[in-house]
């Protein structure tokens, strides 16, 4: 073997070793005040009930049958559910430790795809970021759906590159890949509308509807139609419309605050009058949104297409502790560990001129889309999760916590944009 490949290799190897360094620390040093608060507590009560009663529901620390509901999508809890444990702090400590072994894993498998079909430096980049960026070593400390969000995502964004450059067996990497976006939706259902988005940027690039572009469709929305038809069998309707109505509501609120007040950043609605009447239906919370953007155009039009990105994309979690933490955590390796304190340093540095060259290379795939220029399958891929997450979040509530996962695409698009221009400056200069 020469020696670039040789140093590559053990470049990698020492990645991985850093970040298996870094969630190691994170996970047995880490303590958060109150674990089960808030999100946390609802997807431990749906764990707990499907395993003592057989009944998903989020109701805590029950005595007798809990009443089902669907407030919550099942993708973690189920996860969860596989670790149970009596004990409730073994139980979480199984959580946390399982979906650091599945972030490993999956970013593992990005890792080496990603240096298969895209070489050295691509790899190397966005093996950095992978491994040592620190929302993604502290998301595993939380029962949250972050971690295994994120984790999903790498998959199957994984899985889209293998699918595109594999000489073999192509349809079934396609398959897999459908199935592991079914899986991801059951976990964050933001990404529900993402199936259909895809396809229909398929249809407009390539201008054809294939059999199996179609059954890749049903593949993919299959596990969401299997959990909607549970929902319509046992609670009477297709899903519960709260977190929709949340979605739209605390998005809605220009920078995260009341009237500008502010003592309710991060918490506007805690501060709003009307807030009970939006739990009317999501009819009349698009009217009190349509009255107030009526009120003060301009605010709410800049609020919406400027600041919303500005705060999805940004380095510090609001509506919690701040920084890299969701919830308060009263202990991290963050907080003094050397090796932490550097990987932390290094990437906030960088932070928002990587978000830059991100942005640069969506815009760069958006004009060669629509100049029908050649791109690969994967490049459309990543390039339209990326996109997606942008106009998602444009119209539900775009906390930074939601953006953590979505920033894996925007770094490979961002470690492309970057090979690309040093294949340029070496083809000009050199």
Same mark, same amino acid.
């Given at each position: 073997?020469?020696?670039?490949?040789?140093?590559?290799?053990?470049?990698?190897?020492?990645?991985?070793?850093?970040?298996?360094?870094?969630?190691?620390?994170?996970?047995?040093?880490?303590?958060?005040?109150?674990?089960?608060?808030?999100?946390?507590?609802?997807?431990?009560?749906?764990?707990?009930?499907?395993?003592?009663?057989?009944?998903?529901?989020?109701?805590?620390?029950?005595?007798?049958?809990?009443?089902?509901?669907?407030?919550?999508?099942?993708?973690?809890?189920?996860?969860?559910?596989?670790?149970?444990?009596?004990?409730?702090?073994?139980?979480?400590?199984?959580?946390?430790?399982?979906?650091? =072994?599945?972030?490993?894993?999956?970013? @593992? $498998?990005?890792? /080496? &795809?990603?240096?298969?079909? #895209?070489?050295?430096?691509? !790899? *190397? =980049?966005?093996?950095?970021?992978?491994? @040592? $960026?620190?929302? /993604? &070593?502290?998301?595993?400390? #939380?029962?949250?759906?972050? !971690? *295994?969000?994120?984790?999903?995502?790498?998959?199957?964004?994984?899985?889209?590159?293998?699918?595109?450059?594999?000489?073999?067996?192509?349809?079934?990497?396609?398959?897999?890949?459908?199935?592991?976006?079914?899986?991801?939706?059951?976990?964050?259902?933001?990404?529900?509308?993402?199936?259909?988005?895809?396809?229909?940027?398929?249809?407009?690039?390539?201008?054809?509807?294939?059999?199996?572009?179609?059954?890749?469709?049903?593949?993919?929305?299959?596990?969401?139609?299997?959990?909607?038809?549970?929902?319509?069998?046992?609670?009477?309707?297709?899903?519960?419309?709260?977190?929709?109505?949340?979605?739209?509501?605390?998005?809605?609120?220009?920078?995260?605050?009341?009237?500008?007040?502010?003592?309710?950043?991060?918490?506007?609605?805690?501060?709003?009058?009307?807030?009970?009447?939006?739990?009317?239906?999501?009819?009349?919370?698009?009217?009190?949104?349509?009255?107030?953007?009526?009120?003060?155009?301009?605010?709410?039009?800049?609020?919406?297409?400027?600041?919303?990105?500005?705060?999805?994309?940004?380095?510090?979690?609001?509506?919690?502790?701040?920084?890299?933490?969701?919830?308060?955590?009263?202990?991290?390796?963050?907080?003094?560990?050397?090796?932490?304190?550097?990987?932390?340093?290094?990437?906030?540095?960088?932070?928002?001129?990587?978000?830059?060259?991100?942005?640069?290379?969506?815009?760069?795939?958006?004009?060669?889309?629509?100049?029908?220029?050649?791109?690969?399958?994967?490049?459309?891929?990543?390039?339209?999760?990326?996109?997606?997450?942008?106009?998602?979040?444009?119209?539900?509530?775009?906390?930074?916590?939601?953006?953590?996962?979505?920033?894996?695409?925007?770094?490979?698009?961002?470690?492309?944009?970057?090979?690309?221009?040093?294949?340029?400056?070496?083809?000009?200069?050199?």
């Amino acid at each position: 073997m020469e020696l670039k490949k040789k140093i590559i290799y053990f470049s990698m190897f020492i990645m991985i070793m850093l970040g298996l360094y870094l969630r190691y620390l994170v996970v047995q040093y880490s303590a958060v005040d109150t674990p089960l608060r808030a999100d946390a507590r609802e997807y431990y009560s749906y764990a707990v009930n499907m395993r003592e009663w057989g009944i998903y529901s989020k109701e805590y620390n029950v005595s007798k049958s809990p009443s089902p509901d669907s407030l919550r999508s099942p993708g973690f809890p189920f996860f969860a559910y596989i670790f149970y444990n009596s004990n409730q702090d073994i139980f979480i400590k199984h959580v946390l430790i399982a979906q650091t =072994i599945f972030q490993v894993i999956s970013f @593992t $498998f990005l890792f /080496f &795809v990603l240096h298969r079909f #895209y070489g050295a430096l691509v !790899s *190397l =980049i966005t093996g950095w970021f992978l491994w @040592t $960026f620190p929302h /993604f &070593v502290n998301i595993n400390i #939380y029962f949250l759906s972050e !971690s *295994l969000f994120t984790s999903l995502l790498a998959l199957l964004i994984g899985m889209a590159i293998l699918s595109n450059f594999a000489e073999h067996k192509r349809k079934f990497y396609y398959t897999f890949f459908a199935i592991l976006l079914g899986l991801a939706i059951l976990v964050r259902p933001t990404l529900q509308y993402f199936p259909l988005f895809l396809f229909v940027i398929y249809i407009i690039y390539y201008r054809k509807i294939t059999t199996f572009s179609i059954f890749f469709l049903i593949i993919s929305l299959l596990p969401m139609l299997l959990w909607g038809a549970r929902n319509l069998f046992v609670i009477g309707q297709w899903s519960d419309p709260t977190l929709m109505i949340n979605g739209l509501y605390h998005g809605s609120f220009p920078w995260f605050m009341y009237h500008n007040i502010p003592e309710s950043f991060g918490f506007p609605y805690n501060f709003d009058p009307q807030a009970n009447e939006v739990y009317q239906g999501v009819g009349r919370t698009l009217e009190i949104i349509f009255e107030r953007f009526v009120e003060d155009p301009l605010n709410y039009l800049s609020w919406y297409l400027i600041g919303k990105q500005f705060f999805l994309w940004q380095w510090s979690i609001i509506a919690g502790q701040g920084d890299i933490f969701i919830y308060p955590t009263l202990a991290s390796p963050y907080y003094g560990e050397k090796t932490s304190l550097f990987t932390y340093s290094i990437n906030k540095f960088f932070h928002l001129f990587w978000l830059i060259g991100a942005f640069s290379g969506l815009i760069v795939v958006i004009k060669r889309f629509l100049k029908r220029e050649t791109l690969s399958f994967a490049i459309l891929v990543i390039s339209t999760v990326f996109l997606y997450a942008i106009l998602i979040h444009i119209i539900v509530a775009p906390f930074p916590r939601y953006g953590i996962p979505f920033k894996i695409p925007a770094m490979i698009i961002f470690a492309i944009t970057f090979s690309e221009i040093i294949k340029w400056l070496k083809r000009k200069f050199v």
